[in-house]
C-alpha cells in the first residue's frame, strides 16, 4: 500500500480552510490544484492574469510540478549570478545551475543548416518560480503518492506545453504563422499553474481511499475436481497422465487468478461467476495462470500442458471447420455453441497469457501459433456480433462479456505487437462493438445495484465513433448553437484502455508504412537507424489525438495513477501505454527492440546501435515525461518498488518503461556532449538539472562532478535505475529480460565512458572539475 499523502496538500482540506480564491468569481477551494481544475473547466474562454506579487491570503505553498514547470517554460527566470560563468558545454551543469543557465543560454549560435531548430513556443504556464538547489528537494517532498482512487499526484500523463508548426517544416518559425495552422493541443488540459493534474475529486470533498474488495474466497469442491478428473479421462489420446491438483490447490490458483490477473483483463463477471460450473479447459487454463502468481512454477506448467492439449483437441472435436455438423437427432444450439466459443477463446488467451512470457518454460514461440486459434474463433463466432439481450441484468452479463473477451483479445494482439514486432491479427477499422461499461456496471453485486449504476452512467460509444471523436476538433460554438460533430467528453477505464491500443496499432502500422524506400527522404534513408520519418503533419494528428485521449481519462471519474485502486489498474497501464505512444512518434523503437531473440546482449546492442535522436523542443518533451515516469520510483525507492509492487502491475509497464529507460539515455547523451550546436537551450538544460538531481537522489554518494565526467555515465547511471525495478525475482522471464537487457545497455554506455575519460578529464580540468 502507498503512503499517505504529504501533509501540504492534505492539511487545509482537513481544516476546511480555503485560502486559493478564483479570481473571475467568489468560490474559494482548499487546495490550488482544486482551483486550477476550477479555472480550466469553468473560465477556460478567458485567460487567467497570475499575479507576481505574493498572495497576502495564505503564505508560498511550493508545489513541485510548478517547480518542473518552469524547467520547460521559456519565460526568463530571475536567478542569482553569485557564481563565474563557464563557457564550455556544462557551464550550467554547475552545483547552482541557477547562476549560469542564462549566460549558457543567451544567446544560442545560430543551428547548422540542416539541423533541428528549437523554435516550438512553450506556453501554458503561469510565471516559473525559481530553480535552486533546494528545489529538487521541494519537488520530491511535494509529490503527493497516491492514498486513494482520485489522488491529485504529479502528472502521469505526457501533458506538455501546446507547440505549433505548419505541414511544410518539421519547425515552425513564429508563433503568429503558427496560429494559422492547424489546430493544436488545447492548452485547457493543463492546469494554468503548473503540469499538476487536477483533483478528481468534487469541489470542496474528500474521498476516502478504499482498496480494491479481495471478493469472497475461492473454493472449489471435491465434486467439481471429481468431473474435472472424469472429463480429463475422455481426453487421454491427448493426455495420458494429466496433472489434477487437490481441490485445495485448485482453489489456491484460481484465487491466485482473480486477485492477481483478472484485474488487469477484467472479462469475467465475478459477482455472478460459478467456479463449479466453468468448462475444464477454461479452469485449468485459469488454475496455469494463477499458479505463476501464487510461486508455483512447477504446478502452472503441468496445467498449462493439460489445458493446451485439452482446449486444442476440444476444439479439433468440437469447433473446428468441418467437424460441426450435428447428428440429425441433435438440434443446432446457437446460444450454447456460441458461448463454447467464447469460453474456450478465454482459455485460449490465458494459455498465450503463461507462454508469451517466457523462453522455454513454457516456449514463446507456442502464444505465437496460438494465438492464430483464437483469431479464427473470434472469427467464426463473429468478430461483432454479441448475444441478445432482452432488458435482463443475466442477458447484459452474457452480452458485455462477449464484448470485453473480444476486444480484450484485440488489446492482447497489440500486446504482441509491442513485444514482437509482428503485425496485429486483427486491425482496429475491423471493430465495430461499442466501448466496454464502466467497472462500477461491471461489478455491481446485484441487480439493483446494477440498474442504480447504469441509470447514473451515459452510454458507451461504439470504437470506431471514440476513435474518430479523438482526431475530430469541434468547431466553436455559440450558446444558441450545438457542436456539428459528437465529440468523445469521457470513457470507461476499459474504454480508454482499448482506445490506447488502437492508437499505438496506428502508429506502428504508419511507421512501418513510412520505412518504404519510396516513403523515405533520400538524404535521412540509413540502413541501420530506426529514426522516425513521419510527416510534421501527420505527428501533430495523431499527437493532437492523444491530447483528447488524455482530456477523456480526465473526465473519467474512475481513472487514477494508482494500480491498487478499487476501480482497477486498467486507468494505470493505460498511462503507461500511453507514455510509449508519445514516446514512439519520436523514435521507431518497434524493429530494434529484439525482444523475441531472449538475448539481453542483443537488444542492448540493437537499442544502442540502431536508434538514433536529434535534439529537438518534441524530443525535450519526451525526455521530460520519462524523467517524470521514474521520479515517483524514485521517491518510494527503486528497491522496495522493484520486491513489492511491480510484482503486481501489468508486464505492459515493463514494455513501456524500456522505451522511456533508453530515450531518455538517448536524450542525455546528446545533451551532454561537449560544445553542443546549437548550445543547450533553458528547457534541455534546467531538464538536465533535473535529472541530475533525481539520480543523486537515488545514488548514494555520486556528485554531479562525477556524473558528468564524460557524455554516458549519467545515461548509464538512470538505465540502470530503470533496470533495478525489473531485475527483482519477478513472475514472468520476458520482465527480468528487460531489467538484463537495460543494465548490458548501461554496460555499453559505461565501456564507452571509459574509453572517452582521458579526453573528458583533460576537457574538464580546465574547470578545476575532477573527471
Not at 477505464?493 to 502508429?507: F, K, R
Amino acid at each position: 500500500m502507498f503512503p499517505a499523502e504529504p501533509t501540504n496538500l492534505t492539511d487545509r482540506s482537513d481544516t476546511k480552510e480555503k485560502p486559493y480564491i478564483c479570481t473571475q468569481c467568489p468560490k474559494s477551494f482548499t487546495r490550488k490544484d482544486l482551483l486550477a481544475r476550477h479555472e480550466r473547466l469553468t473560465h477556460a474562454a478567458t485567460p487567467v492574469q497570475v499575479s507576481s506579487s505574493p498572495s497576502t491570503a495564505s503564505p508560498q505553498v511550493f508545489d513541485g510540478l510548478n517547480v518542473l514547470a518552469s524547467a520547460v517554460t521559456d519565460h526568463p527566470t530571475t536567478l542569482p549570478t553569485t557564481q563565474p560563468l563557464l563557457s564550455g558545454p556544462h557551464a550550467s551543469f554547475t552545483p547552482d545551475l541557477a547562476s549560469t543557465v542564462q549566460g549558457s543560454m543567451t544567446p544560442n549560435p545560430a543551428p547548422p543548416p540542416g539541423s533541428a531548430a528549437f523554435n516550438e513556443p512553450f506556453v501554458g504556464y503561469a510565471p516559473p518560480t525559481s530553480y535552486d538547489g533546494d528545489d529538487f528537494t521541494t519537488f520530491l517532498d511535494s509529490i503527493p503518492l497516491p492514498s486513494h482512487p482520485y489522488s491529485p499526484t504529479y502528472q502521469p500523463l505526457p501533458l506538455f506545453p501546446p507547440f505549433h508548426f505548419d505541414s511544410t517544416s518539421e519547425y515552425s518559425h513564429s508563433v503568429e504563422k503558427a496560429s494559422h495552422s492547424v489546430t493544436t493541443p488545447s492548452s485547457s488540459v493543463l492546469p494554468r499553474h503548473g503540469t499538476q493534474l487536477p483533483s478528481f475529486q468534487p469541489d470542496g470533498t474528500h474521498t476516502p481511499y478504499k482498496p480494491r474488495d479481495p471478493g469472497a474466497p475461492i473454493v472449489v469442491t471435491a465434486q467439481y475436481r471429481d468431473h474435472i478428473i472424469a472429463t480429463l479421462s475422455d481426453y487421454s489420446n491427448v493426455v495420458s497422465d494429466p496433472y489434477t491438483p487437490s481441490r485445495h490447490a485448485l482453489s489456491r490458483f484460481i484465487g491466485g487468478y482473480m486477485t492477481n490477473f483478472h484485474c488487469h483483463y477484467p472479462f469475467m463477471h465475478v459477482p455472478t461467476l460459478n467456479i463449479n460450473t466453468i468448462p475444464v479447459h477454461l479452469i485449468l487454463a485459469m488454475a496455469s495462470v494463477g499458479a505463476q502468481y501464487c510461486r508455483e512454477p512447477e504446478s502452472s506448467m503441468s496445467l498449462y500442458k493439460t489445458a493446451k492439449a485439452v482446449t486444442l483437441e476440444h476444439i479439433r472435436r468440437e469447433l473446428q471447420w468441418g467437424c460441426t455438423t450435428p447428428k440429425p437427432e441433435e438440434p443446432i444450439d446457437p446460444v450454447s455453441k456460441n458461448k463454447d466459443i467464447i469460453e474456450t477463446v478465454q482459455a485460449l488467451l490465458l494459455l498465450i497469457s503463461v507462454s508469451c512470457w517466457f523462453e522455454r518454460d513454457p516456449p514463446h514461440h507456442e502464444a505465437l501459433y496460438i494465438r492464430s486459434f483464437m483469431e479464427t474463433l473470434l472469427r467464426q463466432g463473429g468478430l461483432n456480433d454479441l448475444p441478445a439481450q432482452d432488458g435482463s441484468w443475466e442477458s447484459w452479463i452474457r452480452s458485455e462479456m462477449v464484448k470485453r473477451t473480444k476486444l480484450i483479445v484485440f488489446c492482447f494482439f497489440s500486446v504482441h505487437t509491442i513485444v514482437f514486432d509482428i503485425p496485429p491479427l486483427i486491425l482496429t477499422e475491423e471493430l465495430t462493438l461499442d466501448l466496454p461499461c464502466t467497472e462500477k456496471e461491471w461489478t455491481a453485486n446485484t441487480e439493483s445495484q446494477w440498474l442504480q449504476e447504469r441509470s447514473t452512467s451515459r452510454t458507451e460509444p461504439k470504437l470506431q465513433d471514440a476513435l474518430t471523436s479523438l482526431f475530430t476538433h469541434p468547431a466553436p460554438t455559440t450558446t444558441t448553437t450545438k457542436p456539428t460533430n459528437p465529440h468523445l467528453e469521457t470513457f470507461s477505464s476499459m474504454g480508454g484502455y482499448v482506445l490506447i491500443h488502437a492508437m499505438i496499432q496506428n502508429i506502428w502500422l504508419i511507421q512501418k508504412a513510412t520505412r518504404l524506400p519510396i516513403s523515405i527522404p533520400t538524404s535521412t534513408s540509413t540502413s541501420n537507424s530506426t529514426s522516425n520519418f513521419l510527416s510534421p503533419a501527420i505527428i501533430t494528428s495523431l499527437e493532437q489525438a492523444l491530447e483528447q485521449w488524455c482530456q477523456c481519462w480526465e473526465h473519467n471519474q474512475e481513472s487514477s495513477i494508482d494500480p491498487f485502486n478499487p476501480h482497477g489498474p486498467l486507468s494505470f497501464t493505460s498511462t503507461a501505454l500511453l507514455r510509449l505512444a508519445y514516446i514512439r512518434l519520436n523514435v521507431d523503437f518497434s524493429s530494434a527492440r529484439r525482444l523475441h531473440t531472449w538475448n539481453p546482449d542483443e537488444i542492448a546492442h540493437s537499442l544502442k546501435n540502431n536508434i538514433s535522436v536529434h535534439r529537438s523542443d518534441r524530443l525535450t518533451r519526451a525526455a521530460l515525461h520519462c524523467a517524470h515516469a521514474l521520479s515517483t520510483p524514485i521517491k518510494l525507492g527503486i528497491n522496495y518498488v522493484a520486491r513489492t509492487l511491480v510484482v503486481s502491475w501489468s508486464n505492459q509497464y515493463a514494455l513501456c518503461s524500456l522505451e522511456c529507460a533508453v530515450l531518455l539515455a538517448k536524450w542525455l547523451e546528446v545533451a551532454t556532449v561537449e560544445d553542443p550546436v546549437p548550445g543547450l537551450t533553458e528547457q534541455e538544460c534546467k531538464l538536465l538539472e533535473f535529472v541530475l538531481e533525481m539520480v543523486m537522489e537515488a545514488r548514494h554518494g555520486v556528485s554531479r562532478e562525477w556524473l558528468l565526467g564524460n557524455n554516458t555515465r549519467l545515461s548509464a547511471t538512470v538505465t540502470r535505475l530503470w533496470a533495478g525495478l525489473f531485475t527483482a525475482d519477478y513472475i514472468w522471464e520476458l520482465v527480468n529480460l528487460i531489467g538484463r537487457s537495460l543494465n548490458r545497455y548501461a554496460d555499453i554506455l559505461d565501456g564507452e565512458g571509459r574509453v572517452g575519460r582521458g579526453y573528458m578529464s583533460i576537457w574538464l580540468g580546465g574547470f578545476g572539475i575532477d573527471g
